[in-house]
């Protein structure tokens, strides 16, 4: 099993930035890639960024490249969001999610409760 944690999530103005973690536990955090998933409301759930278990290839949504940044410190296994120049349709409950491998799949297991990030305009 492994627990997901997020924070960081808040009320911001556009063009704002915010960093989002992720704090694991329960098994090996370096056995697994990370993802990050938004879902804003009355949509579905969609990717956000995903990074591998060293760090080494991040992936990120089209809507988010060149504003998010996702990073990973093994030594705390905690993986991070780091968002940039937001715009209101950022606004979404943001959750964490533990992949099924080291390598990025698209399957994951385990998630976190998600939280909640607002930008207004």
């Known amino acids: 099993q492994v627990q997901l944690v997020e924070s960081g999530g808040g009320l911001v103005q556009a063009g704002d930035s915010l960093r989002l973690s992720c704090a694991a536990s329960?098994?090996?955090?370096?056995?697994?890639?990370m993802g990050w998933f938004r879902q804003a409301p009355g949509k579905e759930r969609e990717f956000v960024a995903t990074?591998?278990?060293?760090?080494?290839?991040?992936y990120y949504a089209d809507s988010v490249k060149g504003r998010f940044t996702i990073s990973r410190d093994n030594a705390k296994n905690t993986v991070y969001l780091q968002m940039n120049s937001l715009k209101p349709e950022d606004t979404a409950v943001y959750y964490c999610?533990?992949?099924?491998?080291?390598?990025?799949?698209?399957?994951?297991?385990?998630w976190g409760q998600g939280t909640q990030v607002t930008v207004s305009s």
């Open positions: 990074i591998s278990w060293s760090g080494g290839s991040a």
């Open positions: 329960g098994r090996t955090f370096s056995n697994y890639a």
């Open positions: 999610a533990a992949d099924r491998d080291r390598e990025p799949t698209g399957l994951y297991d385990y």
